[in-house]
């Protein structure tokens, strides 16, 4: 259930393994590429869907009558926030669509990201409202969760080779989640509950996301202190125990980080009544970095009589990751947002990004997509460029030699006249 960034290599991988896959998708353009041999994501090409199809074992599809005889399911749906609260629309909408096709031994497992509970309680009861009558409390239904880990453009670490934690909602359902994981995994790491695993997900990046938090803000002080954030983390990171390293940036973007910290704190504050009072402060430090990021070109266009009314700025990247093309929550938005607003003439450049006039005109219709031909071209004509996503694919030489102004926000560039680094 669902086929992008989770569900696509996790289809992938079953195939390798040996089952017969349905791939499910409401998005009739992406079930229409796939079944065309179209990879809709940056981690698989054309040529893997090609040869996915071609073993006759993996069928895209968005009908939802194909669900019918199904043994195990993988909910792999987004878990997006609305209104700075959970949306469980995507998967309460998953699961209301496989109850219609239960059958006694059914395993469904959750992988999509969701608060402490959810698996045995939300989910677990939108399986049960079934026409068969079918119950995990009689031991027909078997309900999992496994989190998914994906890394969007890592190499080294994908579906088959990262430790994947499994868990149910009752002995047999973790056993049964187990075996099914063991033939698609390197690596399988069994959890006490549901719960546990659900939970642990949660702590990973809400670990990431407050230390994040934490150098963003201290990067600031940095600044206004004339102390270089970067030399300071250089430090640092020499003592070989007690210490991780974590950059400062932009802000924080993709399918996790901007939201499982508000999973965790939203279901303290529902079931507990008390505020999870150090994830809610670096969220607010995270969310406002876009902003500070304007302040500081503002501030360096000031300092050469240049208004931000007007102003020619070059955003490099809209991917919220070096060397990807996912955009979802990139904090690339906030800041264009930030230079459309106070009246940039805003111009984008990002390789990796396949639909980027498109995005730009749904949500910026102002601003102007950049050819990857004509960036250095863009770089001289603009008061400033701002670096937000390092691809490898951008000539920074060429880049920083006709660029006037230059803010790195990723410490890719080297320090000089004008170039400044966050």
């Not at 043994?71 to 609305?82: E, F, G, I, S």
């Not at 075996?179 to 990431?208: I, Q």
């Not at 031909?373 to 920074?396: C, G, I, K, N, Q």
Request: hydrophobic share 45%.
């Amino acid at each position: 259930m669902g086929q992008g960034y989770v569900g696509l290599p996790a289809a992938r991988a079953a195939v390798a393994a040996g089952h017969t896959v349905v791939g499910y998708d409401i998005d009739a353009a992406k079930v229409a590429a796939l079944r065309a041999g179209t990879s809709p994501i940056d981690d698989l090409g054309d040529r893997d869907i090609d040869d996915l199809l071609r073993t006759g074992r993996y069928r895209p599809t968005g009908d939802p009558a194909d669900l019918a005889g199904f043994d195990v399911a993988l909910v792999t749906v987004p878990t997006p926030l609305r209104d700075e609260r959970p949306d469980l629309t995507a998967v309460l909408a998953a699961a209301a669509e496989l109850a219609e096709h239960l059958r006694p031994g059914c395993l469904v497992v959750l992988e999509s990201t969701v608060a402490p509970g959810t698996t045995d309680g939300e989910f677990r009861e939108a399986l049960e409202r079934n026409p068969a009558g079918i119950t995990a409390a009689d031991g027909d239904l078997l309900v999992g969760f496994s989190p998914e880990r994906i890394d969007p453009g890592n190499i080294r670490w994908h579906f088959g080779n990262t430790p994947k934690l499994v868990a149910g909602i009752n002995p047999a359902s973790r056993q049964a989640t187990e075996s099914f994981y063991a033939s698609l995994c390197d690596t399988v790491v069994p959890c006490r509950s549901a719960a546990t695993a659900e939970m642990a997900k949660l702590l990973e990046n809400t670990y990431r996301h407050v230390n994040i938090a934490l150098v963003n803000e201290l990067g600031r002080h940095a600044h206004e202190l004339g102390v270089s954030i970067w030399d300071v983390l250089d430090a640092a990171a020499t003592k070989p125990y007690g210490f991780q390293r974590f950059d400062p940036g932009p802000g924080v973007g993709g399918h996790c980080l901007p939201v499982d910290p508000a999973y965790l704190s939203d279901r303290i504050e529902r079931r507990l009544g008390r505020r999870f009072d150090f994830v809610d402060l670096a969220m607010r430090v995270n969310t406002d970095q876009p902003r500070y990021v304007y302040g500081r070109i503002a501030d360096l266009l000031n300092r050469h009589r240049i208004a931000v009314n007007g102003a020619e700025i070059l955003v490099l990247g809209l991917a919220y990751k070096r060397n990807s093309g996912d955009t979802r929550e990139t904090p690339a938005t906030g800041l264009i947002e930030q230079l459309v607003r106070h009246g940039a003439a805003v111009s984008v450049g990002d390789p990796l990004v396949r639909d980027l006039p498109e995005r730009l005109a749904r949500a910026f219709p102002g601003v102007k997509p950049v050819d990857p031909a004509d960036l250095v071209a863009a770089a001289a004509r603009s008061d400033l460029v701002v670096l937000v996503t390092d691809h490898d694919a951008f000539d920074y030489a060429a880049i920083s030699a006709a660029a006037p102004r230059l803010l790195d926000t990723r410490n890719r560039l080297a320090v000089a006249a004008h170039v400044a680094a966050l």
